[in-house]
């Protein structure tokens, strides 16, 4: 078949525009079978990683062709993760180890410091909305203090009826 021969040569084509074709050709030749035109799809969108296209021309080329071989939700989700599962093996370097255990210490870290920011924001709304003469420095010093800190601060806080007392607390340094 002419049709075959040609959408095969426009495939190992380097030139972008061809892919682009090629998509197009694919995208109404499979008009009535999705699962080939997920097959296709993916064969085009493979061939842009092996091209050794930048990642800005990959993404580029990868919405045309997206955009021509629109596939059915469900064939759409198995073709992403396809995609991901392709991008993590070749395309990603190997994480070591050490690296793992880096990246996990630090989302370990910065939830640890989401929680503290939490913790002062609120008790820093609960102060303010308490004592009318809440000042800056008042704010500086609490949000010093760490998450334990704070913590025992909202407590305390229930127990102090002026402005004094929240400063005296925070001068003994938490105790």
């Given at each position: 078949?002419?049709l075959?021969?040609?959408?095969?040569?426009?495939?190992?084509?380097?030139?972008?525009?061809?892919?682009?074709?090629?998509?197009?050709?694919?995208?109404?030749?499979?008009?009535?079978?999705?699962?080939?035109?997920?097959?296709?799809?993916?064969?085009?969108?493979?061939?842009?990683?092996?091209?050794?296209?930048?990642?800005?021309?990959?993404?580029?080329?990868?919405?045309?062709?997206?955009?021509?071989?629109?596939?059915?939700?469900g064939?759409?989700?198995?073709?992403?993760?396809?995609?991901?599962?392709?991008?993590?093996?070749?395309?990603?370097?190997?994480?070591?180890?050490?690296?793992?255990?880096?990246?996990?210490?630090?989302?370990?870290?910065?939830?640890?410091?989401g929680?503290?920011?939490?913790?002062?924001?609120?008790?820093?709304?609960?102060?303010?909305?308490?004592?009318?003469?809440?000042?800056?420095?008042?704010?500086?010093?609490?949000?010093?203090?760490?998450?334990?800190?704070?913590?025992?601060?909202?407590?305390?806080?229930?127990?102090?009826?002026?402005?004094?007392?929240?400063?005296?607390?925070?001068?003994?340094?938490?105790?």
């Amino acid at each position: 078949m002419e049709l075959g021969r040609e959408k095969h040569r426009l495939e190992s084509n380097d030139n972008p525009a061809a892919l682009v074709v090629a998509a197009h050709l694919a995208a109404q030749a499979t008009r009535g079978d999705m699962e080939q035109r997920q097959r296709l799809k993916w064969q085009l969108t493979r061939r842009l990683y092996e091209h050794g296209y930048s990642r800005k021309d990959i993404l580029e080329l990868f919405r045309l062709i997206d955009w021509l071989m629109v596939l059915p939700s469900g064939l759409e989700v198995a073709f992403r993760k396809q995609l991901i599962n392709y991008e993590q093996e070749k395309i990603m370097p190997y994480v070591t180890s050490i690296e793992r255990l880096g990246r996990q210490e630090g989302r370990q870290e910065g939830r640890q410091e989401g929680r503290q920011e939490e913790a002062a924001s609120l008790v820093l709304r609960l102060a303010r909305k308490r004592f009318a003469g809440f000042e800056p420095a008042d704010e500086t010093v609490i949000r010093q203090l760490p998450l334990s800190g704070l913590e025992m601060l909202s407590e305390a806080l229930l127990d102090f009826t002026t402005i004094d007392n929240l400063r005296q607390w925070l001068k003994a340094g938490c105790q």
